[in-house]
């Protein structure tokens, strides 16, 4: 079935590093790749999205790459801040979105 | 405008009891989903559904398990008889438009159901 793989699993970084996460994706039919954020004991919010008719797209400090022919895509966090510290989730689009299993991002001060 | 509502957030049950979870979308939102997140894990999806119609539900067990989204009202998740393993975080999330291949998916804050 189809599946999304996200690395890696926890990431620890100093406040103003960078940080990114990779995913890769099963179904080539695949053309709509959101990024969501889960703070702790809330629900998942959008903060970017990419489809697949673009390579790269950027919001402020948040970037997110798409690689079709290799099924990869990324999101990267420039700067980072502790408030960006909480747990990011990749997926593919469609009525059954398909999640990563998460990767919880630490920021230390 | 009010976002995803969900209720109750949290809630206990002994083995063998029924839980049933809401879900009002947000306004005018038409498509409804249910997802479930095991303590550390992803949120897996479970059924997807519009009004007085159940979508898809490949990913909810065939057993104990049901999904209704009725014409007037919120949508109910009810498990009964539940078991320890049903015990994780419940989220629904809702779409404006059917999604297909694209678009976001406004979620709840999540009901975290405790199977004691």
């Known amino acids: 079935g189809e599946n999304v793989e996200q690395h890696p699993s926890t990431l620890s970084v100093q406040e103003g590093d960078s940080a990114v996460i990779k995913c890769t994706y099963s179904?080539?039919?695949?053309?709509?790749f959101p990024w969501y954020k889960q703070e702790l004991g809330k629900g998942p919010q959008l903060i970017i999205d990419i489809r697949s008719n673009v390579g790269e797209k950027k919001d402020q400090r948040i970037a997110v790459t798409l690689n079709k022919t290799a099924k990869h895509f990324s999101l990267h966090i420039t700067e980072t801040q502790p408030e960006d510290s909480a747990v990011y989730f990749c997926?593919?689009?469609?009525?059954?979105?398909?999640f990563g299993a998460g990767t919880r991002l630490f920021v230390k001060a | 405008n009010a976002g995803v509502m969900q209720n109750p957030r949290h809630l206990v049950r002994r083995r063998g009891q029924e839980a049933r979870l809401r879900c009002s979308p947000m306004k005018g939102h038409s498509h409804v989903y249910w997802y479930r997140q095991l303590p550390e894990e992803g949120l897996k999806f479970m059924v997807y559904?519009?009004?007085?119609?159940?979508?898809?539900e490949s990913g909810m067990p065939k057993e104990r398990f049901s999904a209704e989204f009725p014409k007037e009202g919120p949508s109910i998740l009810r498990i009964q008889q539940v078991v320890r393993g049903d015990s994780a975080a419940y989220f629904c999330?809702?779409?404006?438009?059917?999604?297909?291949?694209?678009?976001?998916?406004?979620f709840g804050e999540g009901s975290r159901l405790t199977v004691l």
């Open positions: 999330a809702s779409s404006l438009h059917s999604l297909e291949n694209t678009g976001e998916l406004f």
């Open positions: 997926a593919t689009g469609g009525f059954k979105t398909i």
């Open positions: 559904l519009q009004k007085e119609n159940i979508i898809d």
């Open positions: 179904d080539s039919a695949s053309n709509y």
